[in-house]
């Protein structure tokens, strides 16, 4: 008698994440991620029930290696500028795969009817409700909305940025946070 194989969830993630560098949003189906991670389709339904499943799970995990990396910048009990300071730093780290295939998955989840509370989480941890009382209140918040436009633009718009410009970019951010 043979033993059920076990599906490492871990490494059809990263196949999902192939599939959807390689072909876009678009071209994420259980076949494909089947043909990319080597198992039966079947068996990728089983894991994931959904094409959006797949998408949520991929973008959760991504979510908490980015929290993990921000509370490691933010440090204990952070100020809005500590956050907002991390944030820029994370978001704007020069981790262009990553990035780009965060800019995927997202892209890939708007485009359903999918449940987006793990992002709207996301947002609600690291800005609260983007209440802003204070002149320094609104000037980080503004910083906060401004290193995530530069991340849709360059990731998600898909405007060519160079690392250099990149790097400057994130540098003037920096800078405007120190104020």
């Known amino acids: 008698m043979t033993r059920p194989r076990t599906v490492d969830r871990e490494r059809l993630l990263e196949s ?4 959807v560098s390689t072909l876009g949003p678009s071209g994420l189906t259980f076949g494909a991620v089947a043909t990319t991670s080597g198992l039966s389709k079947a068996t990728v339904q089983s894991v994931f029930a959904s094409r959006e499943g797949m998408i949520e799970a991929l973008l959760e995990r991504w979510l908490q290696q980015e929290r993990m990396e921000f509370e490691q910048r933010a ?4 100020t809005l500028r500590d956050r907002v300071r991390a944030h820029i730093q994370t978001v704007l780290a020069p981790a262009e795969d990553t990035n780009s295939r965060l800019a995927a998955s997202l892209a890939a989840l708007a485009s359903t009817n999918s449940r ?3 992002v709207m989480q996301w947002y609600a941890d690291r800005m609260g409700d983007f209440s802003a009382k ?4 609104r000037h980080l918040r503004m ?8 991340f849709f633009v ?5 405007v060519p940025i160079s ?3 990149w790097q400057e970019i994130a540098q003037d951010l920096q800078g405007f946070a120190q104020k």
């Open 116 to 118: 987006m509370e793990g």
């Open 75 to 78: 440090g204990d009990a952070p």
């Open 134 to 137: 204070t002149d320094e209140e």
């Open 163 to 165: 690392a250099e410009r």
């Open 143 to 150: 910083l906060f909305l401004a290193a995530e436009g530069a």
């Open 154 to 158: 360059r990731y998600l718009a898909k």
């Open 16 to 19: 999902v994440e192939q599939v």
